[in-house]
């Protein structure tokens, strides 16, 4: 397969995808293009002015907000079929945060103000822009949750289960993000993070693996212990 038509292929199995259609996508696609930038490049740094829309196709990337340049906290990770601050786009504003590979990332590049007129003149395309940033709202909310009201054990079997399929309720959690990354993202100290998985493992909610864990019960691991 080639580059194109691999790209092709990841375009089409996104949530974004399927909600806009072919139609509205072909319209974006016609004008985009993918990239694979290794482990460690910044896609966009905090503070630019948006110039493409940037669709995750295959890796993993983190959103990292700095105040200063040692005050630098991971904000969020998104994996293969999501899309990147989209508000920025829409709105022609800067970046609040950046973003950053923490795997090789294969990336979709879309010209924003091919994306702002687009959302503009389909129906479509405004529909799952909407879906997008409703599902983003809501995750951010829960994260804001999970640092003000839940604990260290809490936060970290959250973060795994939702890497589980809810509805097999049991699975391999890959874990392509770094250590330092993953407990940058939920809150705490490297060192917390490692004593809570083991904890978790003594408990039996866990497995580790060379390259993530295995949930056995997806609803077990998420209750307190």
Known sequence: MTK????????EQ???????????????????ISQIVPRGAVLFEQGDEPDFV???LEGSV???ASVSPSNKAMVEFFGPGEILLVPAVVLQRPYLASAVALSEVRVLLIPASAFRQGVAESLELSRATNELLARHWRLMVGQV??????????????????RVSEE??????????????IASRLGMTPETFSRVVSTLE????IRRLE?????ADRAALTRSS
């Open 54 to 56: 940037h669709m995750i």
């Open 202 to 205: 003594k408990q039996g909610r």
């Open 145 to 162: 949750v999970d640092l003000k009201l839940r604990g260290a054990e809490e936060r970290v079997a959250g973060f795994l289960a939702r």
């Open 211 to 215: 390259d993530g864990v295995a949930v």
């Open 4 to 11: 194109a038509s691999r790209s092709a292929a990841l375009v």
């Open 168 to 181: 097999v309720g049991a699975g391999m959690v890959n874990l392509p993000e770094s250590r330092s990354a």
């Open 14 to 32: 996104s949530p974004f995808f399927q909600a806009a259609g072919s139609a509205a996508m072909a319209r974006l696609l016609e004008h985009s």
């Open 62 to 64: 983190g959103l990292q």
